[in-house]
């Protein structure tokens, strides 16, 4: 189910971002090049997590919550400086919070399953 959701949102920021920058990208290119980078990291993290790359899932859900959590704060203190949305404007509100809530759920699902997984090469 986890995999699936960052594969909706994967395709959601890839498809918004896509149009943005294609139609008006000089309008709000911050908040563009923003949701373009949500994408990436969506698309990081859905591989990741489909293929149990754990260092990576967790690179990708560490780099999402910490986006998730610095463009949020920076979209309430400044709100000029994104006239238009981005996947996670205040803490993802046009998604209905989940952008904050999927890096958590992630992280820890990646924790949960820690002792299940098998060892990571070089380790003993």
């Given at each position: 189910?986890?995999?699936?959701?960052?594969?909706?949102?994967?395709?959601?920021?890839?498809?918004?971002?896509?149009?943005?920058?294609?139609?008006?990208?000089?309008?709000?290119?911050?908040?563009?090049?923003?949701?373009?980078?949500?994408?990436?990291?969506?698309?990081?993290?859905?591989?990741?997590?489909?293929?149990?790359?754990?260092?990576?899932?967790?690179?990708?859900?560490?780099?999402?919550?910490?986006?998730?959590?610095?463009?949020?704060?920076?979209?309430?203190?400044?709100?000029?400086?994104?006239?238009?949305?981005?996947?996670?404007s205040s803490f993802g509100i046009g998604y209905g919070f989940v952008?904050?809530?999927?890096?958590?759920?992630?992280?820890?699902?990646?924790?949960?399953?820690?002792?299940?997984?098998?060892?990571?090469?070089?380790?003993?």
């Open positions: 189910m986890l995999i699936t959701v960052y594969g909706v949102f994967a395709l959601a920021a890839a498809s918004r971002s896509a149009v943005q920058i294609g139609t008006r990208f000089s309008d709000a290119p911050v908040a563009y090049v923003l949701s373009a980078f949500a994408a990436v990291v969506y698309v990081l993290a859905t591989i990741a997590l489909a293929r149990d790359s754990r260092r990576i899932a967790y690179v990708a859900c560490s780099v999402e919550l910490a986006g998730v959590l610095l463009v949020g704060v920076a979209s309430l203190l400044v709100p000029q400086a994104f006239p238009d949305a981005t996947v996670w952008p904050l809530v999927l890096p958590v759920l992630g992280l820890w699902w990646l924790r949960k399953t820690a002792s299940s997984a098998p060892p990571v090469r070089g380790t003993r």
